[in-house]
Nanobody, 120 residues
Framework: QVQLVESGGGLVQAGGSLRLSCAAS????????????MGWYRQAPGKQRELVAT???????NYADSVKGRFTISRDDAKNTVYLQMNSLKPEDTAVYYC??????????WGQGTQVTVSS
């Protein structure tokens, strides 16, 4: 059973920074049960869930245009952990942020979400 535990959300003023972490357990290394892609999505009130950033086991990264240059995604495969460094935060970044992992097996898993609130 794959489980994701997120941390690092909170309240910050506009222009501030936060770092989100997501640790995955229940996966394996060097098999179809290992992690292929790790990423972050977010959902603001009244809006659909949207991609924030992803990173693959090969090191490729992908960002939403709205966060490019401000957010950085990274991963520590030894710890099965993905991070999201968020700088120059804006009120429009306010949302629940969800961690997700995709296994080589083809199954994806989601965390419970962590609230990020940016005050103006």
């Amino acid at each position: 059973q794959v489980q994701l535990v997120e941390s690092g959300g909170g309240l910050v003023q506009a222009g501030g920074s936060l770092r989100l972490s997501c640790a995955a357990s229940g996966t394996a290394s060097r098999s179809i049960f290992s992690i292929k892609t790790m990423g972050w999505y977010r959902q603001a009130p009244g809006k659909q869930r949207e991609l924030v950033a992803t990173t693959t086991s090969g090191g490729a990264t992908n960002y939403a245009d709205s966060v490019k240059g401000r957010f950085t995604i990274s991963r520590d495969d030894a710890k099965n952990t993905v991070y999201l460094q968020m700088n120059s935060l804006k009120p429009e970044d306010t949302a629940v942020y969800y961690c997700t992992v995709l296994l080589y097996l083809g199954f994806d898993y989601w965390g419970q979400g962590t609230q990020v609130t940016v005050s103006s």
